[in-house]
């Protein structure tokens, strides 16, 4: 039997690259790798711990299959973030006028859910009981970005 030891890359089309490669630079702060040859004006590739992520020019900017929230394909892929970054994360996000889904804590795993140029659906997960996050401070709550604050919820 074939063991797969993790994922190897999540690529997807964008309608502008330069700007997409801005935005996954710039606002979610990962790198161009060296690991595999980037096409500018083609395609990019992005470090993103020990996966990759890729982003290609579309070609047909008629048709638009995202991911998205509801029917088939692709719902959302994630970013594992540190539980002391988490908020941070959405601060950063807002300064940059990224339109945030929602985001929750649970005891075990924290979740925020957002918006690329494309609108692409993506995720930051956090761990902080993995993460060594004090109990008192893995609550359940969750995220209202109209008000900037957190709620407790049952």
């Given at each position: 039997m074939i063991k797969i030891i993790g994922i190897d890359h999540v690529a997807f089309n964008v309608r502008d690259l330069?700007?997409?490669?801005?935005?996954?630079?710039?606002?979610?702060?990962l790198n161009i790798t060296a690991r595999e040859p980037s096409k500018p004006g083609i395609e990019y590739f992005l470090d993103c711990g020990p996966s990759l992520l890729g982003i290609i020019q579309a070609k047909d900017l008629e048709t638009s299959h995202l991911?998205?929230?509801?029917?088939?394909?692709?719902n959302?892929?994630?970013?594992?973030?540190?539980?002391n970054d988490f908020e941070g994360m959405?601060?950063?996000?807002?300064?940059?006028?990224?339109?945030i889904e929602f985001a929750k804590k649970r005891p075990k795993s924290w979740s925020l859910y957002f918006y690329d140029l494309d609108g692409n659906k993506l995720e930051a997960t956090a761990w902080p009981l993995e993460d060594g996050i004090p109990e008192n401070k893995r609550v359940k709550e969750i995220y209202d970005s109209k008000t900037k604050s957190w709620k407790a919820y049952s």
């Open positions: 330069d700007k997409s490669l801005e935005f996954y630079t710039k606002v979610i702060g991911f998205a929230n509801e029917g088939l394909g692709a959302h892929f994630s970013f594992r973030v540190h539980s959405i601060a950063h996000l807002e300064t940059h006028h990224t339109k």
